[in-house]
């Protein structure tokens, strides 16, 4: 029972753990998807978000299909409507932690 009980543990603790890497990942590459669009002196960090998507079996279309993405985008409008284009591309390099991390860098 002890035995059955650690392994369920251990598999939440490691769906907890891709759904971190997941929504992170996923907030971060709308972030990205941002920068390629409208902020030139920022670029994608293709190894971080590749290892990402590597770790969690991941695609580009399944993260873009992620809640986390679209919430992203929306704060990433609402941020661009009352602050301004300019300050987005200011803050989005270190708006991202944890597994995000990376994704968007200057270039």
């Known amino acids: 029972m002890l035995a059955g009980m650690l ?9 907890t753990r891709r759904d971190a890497i997941e929504a992170q990942t996923a907030s971060a590459l709308a972030s990205a998807d941002y920068a390629e669009r ?3 002196s920022l670029r994608l960090g293709q190894d ?3 290892k990402n998507l590597r770790e969690i079996k ?28 300019a300050m987005v591309c200011v803050v989005l ?3 991202h932690g ?10």
């Open 58 to 85: 991941g695609t580009l279309a399944g993260l873009r299909a992620t809640e986390s993405y679209a919430e992203q985008v929306a704060a990433l409008r609402s941020i661009e409507q009352s602050h301004g284009r």
């Open 93 to 95: 390099p270190k708006a």
């Open 48 to 50: 971080t978000l590749d």
């Open 38 to 40: 409208h902020c030139p």
């Open 98 to 107: 944890g597994y995000g991390r990376g994704i968007v860098t200057v270039r």
């Open 7 to 15: 392994a369920a543990t251990v598999a939440g603790a490691e769906v």
